[in-house]
């Protein structure tokens, strides 16, 4: 069985993993602003366009705030089991991805749902360098 000792620079992986909760916090709260502003209250998840002339936009809000939640186990595992062979590579990776799903939240709430897939390639980008450190760690495990 192996075992692993965390270096001192994991230190820098707990901390994206924390600001990747802050920035889903944050993305929450500008949901919560949306169904104030363009009237889609509780328990309704998506606006119908039927029945709510602003529906387009607060879907696209909503939308852009469910997306991130439903990468975060993805995110996370990959940051986590990454960082433990790479801790800086994989915080770098971690702030690289944190920053691009600011942006590709940003753009998605702009009402035009194509203009997320202008950051989409940056955020993969990110993902795709957590991939290889996790897949670094594996291999490390099993030599």
């Avoid at 709260?29 to 387009?56: C, H, I, W």
Wanted: hydrophobic fraction near 45%; include cysteine; charge should be positive.
């Amino acid at each position: 069985m192996a075992s692993v000792e965390l270096p001192n620079e994991y230190g820098y992986v707990v901390l994206v993993f924390v600001l990747y909760g802050f920035l889903n916090f944050w993305m929450a709260f500008q949901v919560g602003k949306a169904r104030k502003k363009y009237n889609v209250f509780y328990p309704t998840l998506y606006a119908l366009e039927s029945e709510n002339k602003d529906a387009k936009l607060f879907n696209c809000i909503q939308r852009g705030h469910q997306n991130s939640l439903e990468m975060m186990p993805f995110f996370s595992g990959l940051l986590l089991l990454g960082g433990i062979q790479h801790p800086l590579i994989s915080a770098g990776f971690g702030v690289f991805y944190l920053v691009s799903r600011y942006f590709y939240f940003k753009e998605y709430s702009t009402g035009i749902p194509a203009n997320r897939l202008k950051i989409v390639r940056f955020y993969t980008l990110g993902l795709l360098g957590l991939t290889f450190c996790s897949v670094s760690f594996a291999v490390h495990l099993l030599l």
